[in-house]
């Protein structure tokens, strides 16, 4: 049974660098789609990153282009989210995700195809 647990998170100030981890048991990280998603308070979760398997092909959501970068360890089967130049708009619980079939381009973003998720880590950034 395939199990993703995050680490990483904490409280930070805007402009502030974090790393998120993702380690992946009972599978091999480089035959997934490994995304992050994070849910702020009230909010929808909504999608962050993702990089697929083989190609290790990466899209980002809009707003953290530029600033996050999604990249993962086979040896370790972790993946991992660097978040530079934070803002207090990234405040939320973010999430590992993990889809074992084919996804498709369109549905990447979407947090309902994805099979298994991590329990979150909590990441706050105060101005």
């Known amino acids: 049974q395939v199990q993703l647990k995050e680490s990483g998170g904490g409280v930070v100030q805007a402009g502030d660098s974090l790393r998120l981890s993702c380690k992946v048991s009972?599978?091999?990280?480089?035959?997934?789609?490994m995304g992050w998603f994070r849910q702020a308070p009230g909010k929808e979760r909504e999608f962050v990153a993702i990089?697929?398997?083989?190609?290790?092909?990466?899209l980002y959501e809009d707003s953290t282009k530029g600033r996050f970068t999604i990249s993962k360890d086979n040896a370790e089967d972790s993946v991992y989210l660097q978040m530079d130049m934070m803002k207090p708009e990234d405040t939320a619980v973010y999430f590992c995700?993990?889809?074992?079939?084919?996804?498709?381009?369109?549905?990447?973003?979407?947090?309902?195809?994805?099979?298994?998720w991590g329990q979150g880590t909590q990441v706050t950034v105060s101005s």
């Open positions: 995700a993990a889809r074992i079939t084919y996804l498709h381009h369109s549905f990447k973003s979407d947090p309902l195809k994805y099979n298994v």
């Open positions: 009972g599978g091999i990280v480089n035959t997934y789609y």
């Open positions: 990089i697929s398997p083989s190609s290790g092909s990466i």
